[in-house]
């Protein structure tokens, strides 16, 4: 069925060097995005989320891109630090029937490990 | 402000008993959802409640899970006779408002014996 994926499960990095996470997904009705962190024993933490009326969004250090035609998410992390280290989930939420269902559908995750 | 509260953090149950999980949203969230994830792997919608009421449980198994989110007190999710497949960890999360970001809690470990 229609799911979102990523297309790198492990991500090595330098503390100080940017990172960027990636996520397909394959559901043209989505319309809303979100991206969360999940470490060690937590649950997982809301870090941005996008609309799919946007292209672009930007908070601190993270920046989440959005390119609709050809089904793409990522997550840009600038200027990686050790406590960034977990797991990065993206997650879709469909819209069927001009109407928004609170159900998300989350990719496997990409381990981001950042190294001192 | 408290986030979403979920307990107990980790519950032994031995084939056959009965799990119950419960979860308080954060203040002034009256959507609530649950998830289930294996290790290694995403989490897995189950069920979708607003106040009093089940809006999609799509994702939850037809025999033995059952959720409830009253109108007073936290939301349950109930597992009857588990079987070692439940095995899990089950997170809720709430929202202000559908289609807005869900705030998780940090869990229940359910194992079985």
């Known amino acids: 069925g229609e799911s979102v994926g990523l297309h790198l499960p492990t991500l090595s990095v330098q503390e100080g060097d940017n990172s960027i996470i990636n996520c397909a997904y394959s559901?043209?009705?989505?319309?809303?995005f979100i991206w969360y962190k999940q470490e060690s024993g937590k649950g997982p933490q809301f870090i941005i989320d996008?609309?799919?009326?946007?292209d672009k969004r930007q908070g601190q250090r993270v920046t989440v891109l959005l390119n609709k035609t050809v089904k793409h998410l990522s997550l840009q992390i600038a200027a990686t630090q050790p406590g960034d280290s977990a797991v990065y989930f993206c997650?879709?939420?469909?819209?069927?029937?001009?109407?928004?269902?609170?159900?998300?559908?989350f990719g496997q995750g990409t381990i981001l490990t950042v190294h001192p | 402000n408290a986030g979403v509260m979920q307990n107990p953090r980790h519950l032994v149950r031995r084939r056959g008993q009965e799990a119950r999980l419960r979860c308080s949203p954060m203040?002034?969230?009256?959507?609530v959802y649950w998830y289930r994830q294996l290790p290694e792997e995403g989490l897995k919608f189950m069920v979708y409640?607003?106040?009093?009421?089940?809006?999609?449980e799509s994702g939850m198994p037809k025999e033995r899970f059952s959720a409830e989110f009253p109108k007073e007190g936290p939301s349950i999710l109930r597992i009857q006779q588990v079987v070692r497949g439940d095995s899990a960890a089950y997170f809720c999360a709430s929202s202000d408002r559908v289609n807005q970001p869900q705030h998780f809690g940090d869990g229940t470990r359910l194992s079985i014996l």
């Open positions: 203040k002034g969230h009256s959507h």
């Open positions: 996008i609309r799919s009326n946007m």
């Open positions: 559901n043209s009705a989505s319309d809303y």
């Open positions: 997650a879709e939420n469909i819209r069927a029937g001009g109407t928004s269902y609170g159900k998300l559908t």
């Open positions: 409640l607003q106040k009093e009421n089940i809006i999609d």
